[in-house]
């Protein structure tokens, strides 16, 4: 049976770490950053387990400054 | 499959949309002033609107909308975005028009001219975004806040007796006979984002019809006024925003 498998980029500098992907994710494929910041100082997302996406976009339908770009593949 | 051949060889589902320029947004971590800017974008570039539009910006949060996406702009006098509106519409009657005012602007300071430019069934779109709270000034008590809500200005809740009652103004714009479709969404979650984009994109297709004024009501968070977490302040709003502000259509002519 072909499997949808996802992957997720996150622009890091723009991400502001309110956390509503990481709420979202039905997967729990994203995560913030516990310690490290981005130059503006907020603990960014990050993809802790980016096997477990299945590209359904809900992380970045509710992202409030449009950083996450979702891609979908098919794998037979 | 590895990640990186799925970002190679996948297609792309959801991203920045291309009219949203890359300005960082000076709006607080989680506003969902964020979410409507990107779904507003989202939807004139799908409906290729991105020539032909004039949006009217207000005094609020969302005074530098103009600097986040990349249409025509005006900058409008605290609370007289309507009249504003209604000059460019008029003046650019082939050219869809919209506002995007907060709960300050379009419901205490300028409720007169939203009022009645509703009244005379202009042909623009409103949207109006309600959290409840002057956000930009500090957090003060908005005509919208709710009964017993802390405010700076009402630091033991909102008193009904003292402070009045919460203004359901989209319940008035629903009596107005100039208004054709009048809507109250949210933008907390995936599907209550899909929905509300539906809406806009309904909004702006009667603009273009000509058919009366359409306001768009979006229940906001402001997490900072409200003094949570973005999660925290979805959840709050979900448990005391929505039974005094039920989601769904007020008014649609359109059928």
Redesign the interface.
Known sequence: MPKV???V?I?KE?C?????CV??CPCDVLSLQPKEVND?G?HFAFTVE??KCI?C??C??????????????V?K | ?T?E???Q?????????RL?NDN??H?????????V??IL?EIIDEMHLDDNIIGVAPVGCAVFAYNYIDIDWIEAAHGRAPAVATAAHRLNPDRVVFTYQGDGDLAAIGTAEAIHAANRGENITIIFINNGIYGMTGGQMAPTTLEGMKTSTTPYGRRVDLNGYPLKISDLFAQLDGTCYVTRQS????AA??KAKKAIAQAFRNSIEKRGTSVIEIVSTCNSGWKM???QS?KWMEENMFPHYPMGDLKNTVK
């Open positions: 498998r996802g992957a980029d622009n723009r502001k770490g309110c956390d509503l709420v979202a503006r907020y980016p096997d590209g976009a809900a970045a339908t509710v992202c409030p400054d449009g950083c996450i770009t979702v891609y979908r593949a794998e | 499959m990640i051949e799925i970002k060889n996948g297609t792309v589902v959801a991203c920045k949309p949203l960082n947004m709006y607080c971590p989680g506003c969902s002033h964020g979410v800017h990107r974008a933008v907390h979650t995936p984002v899909r977490s973005a999660a979805n």
